[in-house]
T-cell receptor, first 112, second 117 residues
Framework: GENVEQHPSTLSVQEGDSAVIKCTYS??????FPWYKQELGKRPQLIID?????GEKKDQRIAVTLNKTAKHFSLHITETQPEDSAVYFC???????????FGKGTLLTVNP | GAVVSQHPSWVICKSGTSVKIECRSL??????MFWYRQFPKQSLMLMAT?????????EQGVEKDKFLINHASLTLSTLTVTSAHPEDSSFYIC?????????????FGPGTRLLVL
């Protein structure tokens, strides 16, 4: 089955700095890679996703890159703000109506 | 759009009792729903895939007789934790893809926190 590795497990940055979280996956059939943000006690919220036919996607301060050959994808957050502090999960899936396999999560702390 | 609700949000029960958790897609139909369990400071672990009109598919190591799943309609899936024990205490979250062109995307319910005494 799919295995998703996520690094780092914790990340602390100063407000305004950039944050990068990296994930690798094992299943070459995976073609959909979402990123979720989870605040304490709340549901995971989709923040950005990318499909395997695209190498990069950006939405304001958030961007995701995908390297299919190396089987890794990364989340980039620029100009971080204290409200970005949360746990971020990467995931991989084979696509339509298929299960998500999650990484172990990254606790991001943005210090004012 | 793509709103998923869960009920109840909190449940406390005695060891040995059964607990039913509902997951509803409010503004779309979902032929497939997913049930996850999340322990404190850990990731989401898929328990089972709920399929409307057919049996659920359970992940390895998940006891299907203990975690009963019923996908009664295109907008409702239920998870029943039978004979709950303290080790079943966890955060249970469902998700559903909204279908159509966005059927890879999964939207999560708010979760149900279960505490078994």
């Amino acid at each position: 089955g799919e295995n998703v590795e996520q690094h780092p497990s914790t990340l602390s940055v100063q407000e305004g700095d950039s944050a990068v979280i990296k994930c690798t996956y094992s299943d070459s059939a995976s073609n959909y890679f979402p990123w979720y943000k989870q605040e304490l006690g709340k549901r995971p919220q989709l923040i950005i996703d990318i499909r395997s036919n695209v190498g990069e996607k950006k939405d304001q301060r958030i961007a995701v890159t995908l390297n299919k050959t190396a089987k890794h994808f990364s989340l980039h957050i620029t100009e971080t703000q204290p409200e970005d502090s949360a746990v971020y999960f990467c995931a991989a899936s084979r696509g339509s109506n298929y299960k998500l396999t999650f990484g172990k999560g990254t606790l991001l702390t943005v210090n004012p | 759009g793509a709103v998923v609700s869960q009920h109840p949000s909190w449940v406390i029960c005695k060891s040995g009792t059964s607990v039913k958790i509902e997951c509803r897609s409010l503004d779309f139909q979902a032929t497939t729903m997913f049930w996850y369990r999340q322990f404190p400071k850990q990731s989401l672990m898929l328990m089972a895939t709920s399929n409307e009109g057919s049996k659920a598919t359970y992940e390895q190591g998940v006891e299907k007789d203990k975690f009963l799943i019923n996908h009664a309609s295109l907008t409702l899936s239920t998870l029943t934790v039978t004979s709950a024990h303290p080790e079943d205490s966890s955060f249970y979250i469902c998700s559903a893809p909204p279908g159509g062109r966005s059927s890879e995307t999964q939207y999560f319910g708010p979760g149900t926190r279960l505490l078994v005494l």
